[in-house]
């Protein structure tokens, strides 16, 4: 079993968070410390901590991920123009909570990516 997270204190409506999206299995909400004016956090409800986690059985799930990722770019405006989906994993991919998350970020010029 996972150990608790702030995710899912968020999850439990046990911590505020700016939600922008809810349902019974996805919760999006504004990163605390955005990168861009767009940065929200898609975060299934199921506990699985890092990508290397997914069982093939959840694949439908992170489908949903990305496509309530596209919908909400739509409903911020910024889908036209372009963002950017990230999933960190582990140490070396900078994951900094341990429970599952998608970075939807965007609403301005990004950076090309480096391995640095």
Do not use: W
């Not at 997914?54 to 910024?78: C, F, H, R, S, Y």
């Amino acid at each position: 079993m996972m150990s608790e997270t702030i995710f899912s204190k968020i999850i439990n409506h046990e911590l505020p968070a700016d939600l922008v999206y809810e349902d019974d299995a996805i919760i999006a909400f504004r990163d605390i410390n955005p990168q861009a004016p767009v940065h929200v956090l898609i975060v299934p409800k199921v506990a699985i901590a890092t990508v290397n986690d997914i069982k093939p059985e959840q694949a439908e799930l992170i489908g949903k991920m990305v496509l309530t990722a596209q919908q909400i770019a739509a409903d911020e405006g910024i889908a036209e123009d372009g963002y950017r989906l990230v999933i960190n994993c582990n140490r070396h991919g900078c994951q900094e909570v341990f429970h599952l998350h998608m970075h939807l970020v965007g609403g301005r010029q990004l950076r090309g990516i480096s391995a640095g």
